[in-house]
């Protein structure tokens, strides 16, 4: 079992930058790849950014050029940067865990979520 605790969610201006973090705990938070989704309303959810245990990262092509992605192994935590907002990337985002089987990260575990909405 995996807790996670996603922070840093909020309202920001298109252009600005976002950093949102995720606290994992339990027994596999140490063991299994964590990353970030979001939903935006009307639309199906979508991976935003993963990373492995190995520190592997796999990011969405739509956001490589505006994001990264961290982790720090000692706390447990993932940290995603998000640069130049636009009004598109207003969602919810949920911080998930799960393994990385192959080219493919399977969350089996999710966060309550964390709103982030672009707006001037």
């Known amino acids: 079992q995996v807790l996670l605790v996603e922070s840093g969610g909020g309202l920001v201006q298109p252009g600005g930058s976002l950093t949102l973090s995720c606290a994992a705990s339990?027994?596999?938070?140490?063991?299994?790849?964590l990353g970030w989704f979001r939903q935006a309303p009307g639309k199906q959810r979508e991976l935003v950014a993963v990373?492995?245990?190995?520190?592997?990262?796999n990011y969405t092509d739509s956001l490589k050029d505006r994001i990264s992605l961290s982790r720090d192994y000692d706390k447990n935590t993932i940290a995603l940067q998000m640069n130049d907002l636009k009004s598109e990337d207003t969602a919810v985002y949920y911080c998930?865990?799960?393994?990385?089987?192959?080219?493919?990260?399977?969350?089996?575990?999710w966060g309550q979520g964390t709103q982030v909405t672009v707006s001037s």
């Open positions: 998930s865990s799960g393994p990385w089987l192959r080219s493919d990260f399977v969350p089996a575990f």
């Open positions: 339990g027994a596999g938070a140490g063991i299994y790849a």
């Open positions: 990373i492995s245990r190995t520190g592997r990262t």
